[in-house]
């Protein structure tokens, strides 16, 4: 063996120069082979062969000509992000000088108000989710109960104690509907549910360091779980760890999940359903798996809503999620979507109040005195308390039945009807109003999606694999049964009839985007894309 090793590292000579040249470049070769057979691995041959090809594209362009690429990207977002509508409004940079009577501010905004409401109501566009109600009268007691607490600040319990009250019925009812008892079962209102997830999170490893000393926390997801898992992560320093799911079924397996666990993994994270395919993990298996192991169950039924604990009361074949299932130790579920409150209300639940504590914040060293807070927020708005609380003891759960009948009729005709047009299919088996279609063959489903957008669709794209999805709401059922299905045929038409109308089109431009094999170009693209959102209509550069 060393006779081999010796003519190995003398085959570019035998001085120590040639050796440490001739050992270097033997290291490189090493590591530049375990990378590509690594990446072959994760990302397959054909990915990371378009990935090296890229790479010479980007040294062939240079940075100018790199640039230059970003730089028609910003103009493609800001073609999308600035209709001709807000570019014709005057651009308020600096404050007024004098004060602008109420009666102008409110003649303007109710004008675009207007304007807005036709992008989602079916006059102009139809939304896929974003919208989860928008009813006249259920919006008008909403809006009238915020106005009333519009002031109130739930930092200040002792101030507004009535807004205390109405916030602590929301956890007991949302708690209850879950299947948990207020009294043992805790949770904590949030502003939506990336804070519900990242206070989960948060919890997790403040209690996995007290209990179990662990300083280098490890959290399972999968890598169909929401971003907002990721971003929590990155924010409390939790090392994230994403596991494959079935290639068939979307759903995570309980047998890879268990591959991934180890003696840092404080949690582990399911879906209910999850959002591209709006399939449902195996919340009993992974139950099973935290027991085992006596870690924590993450529910994430922020998109499930109040509309899966109601369809469960409606005899749907739904397994089990929340409370009932042992190992279940917190769930998420955002008021603000399927609980038809106005944006700005989620709860996160823990299985007990110990959990809980391990969310909250406390300081006591600084010169303010005594300061806590049991989210990440701290003056918080009393109206939208108010606005949640009202809207759900208006609906009541006959309310939500009824609403989710009308969902619910609308997403079998969408199901049936997409599995009866060649080409397509329903991605898995959605348990609720999320439809993810995907292609069965050469049909290109981001084309399809940008055909859908001339009549008047605005779906979501996904990926890993391509698939486009509808998020039926209340706001979008009645026209999505009568319409969506004819639309989608026409479409898939649309596309195989006339081919080179959508090679450059806004679905063709998403497939190259998330077809990047290079993380940085889609994070720099995504960040010129989030510049516009933030910028001025009339910013040239």
Request: glycine content about 8%; overall charge neutral; some cysteine.
């Given at each position: 063996?060393?006779?081999?090793?010796?003519?190995?590292?003398?085959?570019?000579?035998?001085?120590?120069?040639?050796?440490?040249?001739?050992?270097?470049?033997?290291?490189?070769?090493?590591?530049?082979?375990?990378?590509?057979?690594?990446?072959?691995?994760?990302?397959?041959?054909?990915?990371?062969?378009?990935?090296?090809?890229?790479?010479?594209?980007?040294?062939?362009?240079?940075?100018?000509?790199?640039?230059?690429?970003?730089?028609?990207?910003?103009?493609?977002?800001?073609?999308?992000?600035?209709?001709?509508?807000?570019?014709?409004?005057?651009?308020?940079?600096?404050?007024?000088?004098?004060?602008?009577?109420?009666?102008?501010?409110?003649?303007?905004?109710?004008?675009?108000?207007?304007?807005?409401?036709?992008?989602?109501?079916?006059?102009?566009?139809?939304?896929?989710?974003?919208?989860?109600?928008?009813?006249?009268?259920?919006?008008?007691?909403?809006?009238?109960?915020?106005?009333?607490?519009?002031?109130?600040?739930?930092?200040?319990?002792?101030?507004?104690?009535?807004?205390?009250?109405?916030?602590?019925?929301?956890?007991?009812?949302?708690?209850?509907?879950?299947?948990?008892?207020?009294?043992?079962?805790?949770?904590?209102?949030?502003?939506?549910?990336?804070?519900?997830?990242?206070?989960?999170?948060?919890?997790?490893?403040?209690?996995?360091?007290?209990?179990?000393?662990?300083?280098?926390?490890?959290?399972?997801?999968?890598?169909?779980?929401?971003?907002?898992?990721?971003?929590?992560?990155?924010?409390?320093?939790?090392?994230?760890?994403?596991?494959?799911?079935?290639?068939?079924?979307?759903?995570?397996?309980?047998?890879?999940?268990?591959?991934?666990?180890?003696?840092?993994?404080?949690?582990?994270?399911?879906?209910?359903?999850?959002?591209?395919?709006?399939?449902?993990?195996?919340?009993?298996?992974?139950?099973?798996?935290?027991?085992?192991?006596?870690?924590?169950?993450?529910?994430?039924?922020?998109?499930?809503?109040?509309?899966?604990?109601?369809?469960?009361?409606?005899?749907?074949?739904?397994?089990?999620?929340?409370?009932?299932?042992?190992?279940?130790?917190?769930?998420?579920?955002?008021?603000?979507?399927?609980?038809?409150?106005?944006?700005?209300?989620?709860?996160?639940?823990f299985r007990d109040n110990a959990l809980r504590r391990h969310a909250y914040f406390t300081e006591s060293q600084s010169s303010i005195g005594l300061y806590c807070?049991?989210?990440?927020?701290?003056?918080?708005?009393?109206?939208?308390?108010?606005?949640?609380?009202?809207?759900?003891?208006?609906?009541?759960?006959?309310?939500?039945?009824?609403?989710?009948?009308?969902?619910?009729?609308?997403?079998?005709?969408?199901?049936?009807?997409?599995?009866?047009?060649?080409?397509?299919?329903?991605?898995?088996?959605?348990?609720?109003?999320?439809?993810?279609?995907?292609?069965?063959?050469?049909?290109?489903?981001?084309?399809?999606?940008s055909a859908m957008s001339k009549r008047g669709w605005t779906l979501n794209n996904c990926k890993d694999p391509p698939c486009a999805h509808i998020c039926v709401?209340?706001?979008?059922?009645?026209?999505?049964?009568?319409?969506?299905?004819?639309?989608?045929?026409?479409?898939?038409?649309?596309?195989?009839?006339?081919?080179?109308?959508?090679?450059?089109?806004?679905?063709?431009?998403?497939?190259?985007?998330?077809?990047?094999?290079?993380?940085?170009?889609?994070?720099?693209?995504?960040?010129?894309?989030?510049?516009?959102?933030?910028?001025?209509?009339?910013?040239?550069?």
């Open positions: 063996m060393e006779r081999f090793v010796d003519r190995v590292i003398t085959i570019g000579g035998t001085s120590p120069r040639q050796v440490a040249k001739t050992v270097l470049l033997l290291f490189l070769f090493g590591y530049a082979t375990g990378r590509f057979t690594r990446s072959v691995l994760r990302h397959g041959l054909r990915r990371t062969l378009y990935y090296a090809v890229f790479l010479a594209w980007k040294q062939y362009k240079g940075d100018s000509g790199y640039q230059q690429e970003m730089t028609e990207a910003r103009q493609s977002f800001r073609h999308s992000l600035y209709p001709e509508a807000v570019k014709n409004t005057a651009v308020n940079k600096t404050l007024p000088t004098k004060s602008v009577p109420s009666h102008e501010i409110l003649k303007t905004i109710e004008k675009w108000s207007q304007y807005e409401e036709e992008l989602w109501n079916g006059k102009k566009r139809q939304s896929s989710g974003a919208v989860y109600h928008g009813g006249k009268t259920l919006s008008q007691l909403q809006n009238q109960a915020y106005a009333l607490f519009s002031i109130a600040n739930p930092l200040h319990p002792d101030v507004f104690p009535f807004t205390r009250k109405m916030e602590s019925e929301i956890l007991a009812m949302t708690v209850s509907y879950f299947n948990g008892n207020p009294y043992k079962q805790r949770g904590l209102v949030t502003n939506g549910g990336t804070e519900s997830i990242s206070m989960a999170v948060r919890a997790y490893k403040n209690w996995a360091l007290q209990s179990k000393s662990i300083y280098h926390p490890e959290l399972i997801v999968a890598q169909s779980a929401h971003s907002a898992f990721m971003k929590a992560c990155e924010m409390f320093e939790v090392q994230c760890i994403v596991v494959p799911v079935d290639a068939n079924t979307f759903t995570v397996k309980s047998a890879t999940v268990r591959r991934y666990i180890t003696a840092n993994t404080i949690a582990i994270v399911g879906s209910a359903p999850q959002y591209a395919q709006g399939v449902l993990d195996p919340i009993l298996e992974l139950s099973k798996l935290a027991l085992e192991y006596q870690i924590g169950l993450h529910v994430d039924c922020c998109l499930g809503s109040l509309l899966m604990p109601t369809l469960q009361r409606m005899g749907y074949e739904i397994p089990p999620f929340d409370f009932r299932v042992p190992g279940v130790t917190s769930i998420s579920a955002d008021t603000h979507k399927f609980g038809y409150c106005q944006k700005g209300t989620s709860v996160v639940m807070t049991p989210t990440i927020q701290g003056s918080r708005s009393g109206g939208v308390i108010a606005s949640a609380w009202a809207c759900m003891m208006h609906m009541g759960e006959e309310g939500y039945q009824r609403e989710a009948k009308l969902i619910m009729d609308a997403v079998s005709a969408i199901k049936q009807g997409v599995d009866a047009i060649d080409g397509l299919c329903v991605a898995g088996n959605p348990v609720m109003s999320v439809v993810g279609i995907v292609s069965t063959g050469a049909l290109d489903v981001y084309h399809v999606s709401t209340r706001a979008n059922c009645m026209l999505a049964k009568a319409k969506f299905v004819e639309d989608l045929r026409e479409s898939v038409a649309d596309v195989e009839q006339n081919p080179k109308d959508y090679e450059k089109c806004d679905g063709a431009m998403y497939g190259v985007m998330v077809a990047l094999p290079d993380t940085s170009a889609q994070s720099d693209i995504m960040h010129e894309y989030l510049d516009v959102m933030l910028g001025l209509v009339d910013e040239t550069k």
